[in-house]
């Protein structure tokens, strides 16, 4: 919906934010990961029925989103979420939810106000 | 997280024919979306409307002043009267010179029902999923710097209405 907008904001690193998330099987990642914390490319494969080379690719492809971070833990790398990112792709509906409540005020002024 | 619709519910003290006038008119939903519109909505019709200051909110028109005249492209989907009206627009064109027509637009569904003496206005837009990342990134971006200047603008029209 139309609504004012600042040209130029200093947040064009939030594209691949979105392209990270638009995939059913990452989307899957980072639920694991919501609910049970930190864990090994071993358990996040468990019961997907997708190879450790795929889950790896999504892994990849989140991590350079910024999505997820990873750690060496003695011969595992253990992945993370990055929650600061996940709020900022939240905030991002939220914002047009906001314009949505502004029209809906002007609306309500218009179709209330007495004739 | 459902990133693909937002749903907006709201309770207006206004009858239905009310109502749907100000969201079925093309000059009354300008009015209050912001868009001044040649002709009138009819199913299925391309339509394109110019961006115009809000006449209802001072502040809201200082903000809106600088994409004054810029071009809204929109399609009405259906008409069903009195119970419900739909759209399809690209929601976040709002860069000069940038040909959106390629890209996939969100489906906007207006729904009235009758509900005590007022009318319960539903309002869905979905589809965001579909829209290309750099735009959906884009026009997050460009919020940011709104984001606090609308909350303000919220709670000066609450603070206003507040012993109406």
Not at chain 1, 56 to 72: F, M, N, P, Q, V
Not at chain 2, 71 to 93: K, L, Q
């Amino acid at each position: 919906m139309p609504s004012p907008r600042t040209a130029n904001a200093p947040f064009a690193d939030s594209a691949p934010l979105f392209a990270a998330l638009g995939d059913a099987s990452r989307l899957r990642i980072v639920a694991r990961l919501c609910e049970g914390g930190p864990q090994s490319i071993v358990r996040l494969t468990e019961g997907t029925g997708m190879s450790r080379q795929a889950i790896t690719k999504h892994l990849r492809a989140l991590e350079g989103a910024g999505l997820l971070r990873s750690g060496r833990e003695g011969r595992e790398r253990i992945w993370q979420l990055q929650a600061r990112r996940l709020t900022e792709v939240r905030r991002h509906l939220e914002q047009i939810s906001t314009q949505w409540d502004d029209a809906i005020e002007r609306l309500r002024r218009l179709v209330e106000q007495p004739i | 997280m459902n990133t693909d619709r937002i749903e907006k519910t709201v309770m207006l003290h206004a009858s239905r024919e009310r109502v749907w006038r100000a969201i079925s008119s093309a000059d009354e939903f300008g009015l209050w979306f912001g868009v001044a519109f040649k002709g009138s909505f009819a199913e299925n019709t391309r339509m394109t409307g110019t961006i115009v200051p809000t006449t209802v909110d001072a502040d809201v028109a200082r903000m809106q002043e600088p994409h004054a005249g810029m071009p809204f492209e929109f399609v009405v989907d259906r008409i069903e009267p009195m119970d419900r009206i739909s759209f399809r627009w690209h929601p976040f064109a709002m860069e000069p010179g940038v040909d959106y027509s390629h890209e996939p637009m969100t489906h906007i569904v207006f729904e009235l029902e009758d509900s005590n003496g007022g009318t319960r206005l539903t309002i869905t837009e979905s589809g965001f999923d579909r829209i290309p990342i750099e735009r959906r990134a884009k026009a997050f971006a460009a919020n940011e710097g709104g984001w606090e200047h609308q909350s303000q603008l919220v709670g000066k029209y609450l603070a206003l209405h507040a012993g109406a």
